[in-house]
């Protein structure tokens, strides 16, 4: 966090310092505050890259951190109730229970779209067939 201050700090005082810089060499060689914008350009966007660096690697050992933290609480009440792995019978029976309730639902989904698609195809019959009668006198 202080890196980010200190570049931050240089940048401004990169940028008050660049236009007193500016005068004194724009008299003496041509293309002067070009090379004075460059300068300020690149030291801008060494300053964002070395932020965005810091902040990638504060994320990355909070991630750790995290992830070590996780895995040590998966552990400790693997180690309490005895059971370290879902599988084999338990496995198997949630496998089921999730297989039977997929295809119940598919199965009523399915009801309900011939209810309604037979419903739709008997209206637009009688829809028809009214407006034929109404066609022909």
Do not use: C, W
């Not at 202080?2 to 008050?16: P, Q, W």
């Amino acid at each position: 966090m202080k890196i980010r201050y200190m570049l931050a700090g240089m940048l401004v005082a990169g940028a008050f310092v660049a236009p007193l810089r500016a005068q004194d060499t724009a008299a003496k060689k041509p293309g002067g505050l070009n090379k004075i914008a460059r300068d300020v350009s690149k030291t801008a966007k060494k300053a964002g890259q070395d932020t965005k660096a810091e902040v990638h690697r504060d994320a990355s050992k909070t991630h750790q951190v995290l992830q070590k933290a996780g895995n040590d609480t998966k552990t400790a009440t693997g180690n309490a109730t005895g059971i370290h792995k879902v599988g084999g019978d338990v496995g198997k029976a949630a496998q089921a229970v999730s297989t039977t309730s997929k295809t119940t639902g598919r199965k009523a989904k399915k009801a309900v779209k011939k209810t309604s698609s037979a419903a739709h195809n008997d209206l637009t019959k009688m829809g028809k067939a009214a407006k034929d009668s109404v066609k022909k006198p």
